[in-house]
């Protein structure tokens, strides 16, 4: 079945430094790919999504490019501030391919972010 | 727009007694999506619904677990016998379909406690 493959389980940054989080994807054909962030005591809300190969999706200074070469979807942001300190979550759909509209999510990644 | 409102925000059972959860989605959205969170198996998919018709149950435990949605207002989720792996957060989801792979919409769950 779909899943979705998080590398970095914590990471641990101070203000103004370079954030990447690894996301890899196994579907077949062009699923959506998502980046979600979720607050202590909050449900998940979205940041954004990308539905074609090498289409950047983008939201408060973080960014991922769909890279379905390296079945990727890479979140990064350039300089990190301390209330991005959250937990990031990268999910699949694959609605669009005529299959369910459930998230397949990835096992997310804590960030936090010491000024 | 209030969000996606789920009741009661924390909820203690003993072993073997039953819990009810609600949801009440955004107004005017058309699915309603059910999602369970612990640390050990991340963010998993239970059920949803469209237009109040049940489409996919897939991750549904086959046991003591059922959804309905009665009217377009509201979902419940039952869960009988409550066991002590049933404790997480369950979390309640709302989207409107606008032809591609869509936003949900995450209330901030449900925390249940099984004695």
């Known amino acids: 079945g779909d899943s979705v493959t998080q590398t970095e389980g914590q990471v641990a940054l101070s203000e103004e430094d370079f954030l990447t989080i690894h996301c890899n994807y196994s579907?077949?054909?062009?699923?959506?790919l998502f980046w979600y962030v979720q607050y202590p005591g909050e449900g998940p809300q979205l940041l954004f999504r990308?539905?074609?190969?090498?289409e950047k999706g983008s939201s408060r200074g973080f960014e991922a490019t769909y890279d379905k070469g390296t079945t990727s979807f890479h979140l990064r942001k350039a300089s990190v501030q301390e209330s991005d300190s959250a937990v990031y979550y990268c999910?699949?759909?694959?609605?669009?391919?005529?299959?369910?509209?459930?998230?397949?999510f990835g096992e997310g990644t804590k960030l936090t972010v010491s000024s | 727009n209030a969000g996606v409102i789920q009741t009661p925000r924390h909820k203690v059972t003993g072993k073997g007694q039953e819990a009810t959860l609600w949801c009440e989605p955004i107004?005017?959205?058309?699915?309603v999506f059910w999602y369970r969170q612990t640390i050990v198996q991340g963010l998993e998919f239970l059920t949803y619904?469209?237009?109040?018709?049940?489409?996919?149950d897939s991750g549904m435990p086959k046991e003591r677990f059922s959804a309905q949605m009665p009217n377009q207002s509201h979902s419940t989720l039952k869960i009988q016998s409550t066991q002590p792996q049933d404790s997480a957060v369950y979390l309640c989801a709302s989207s409107t379909r606008t032809g591609g792979a869509e936003e949900q919409y995450f209330g901030p769950g449900t925390r249940l406690t099984v004695l």
């Open positions: 619904f469209r237009n109040q018709a049940p489409i996919d």
């Open positions: 107004s005017g959205h058309s699915a």
């Open positions: 990308a539905s074609r190969d090498k």
């Open positions: 999910a699949l759909s694959d609605f669009n391919q005529g299959g369910s509209a459930k998230l397949i």
């Open positions: 579907a077949s054909g062009y699923p959506t």
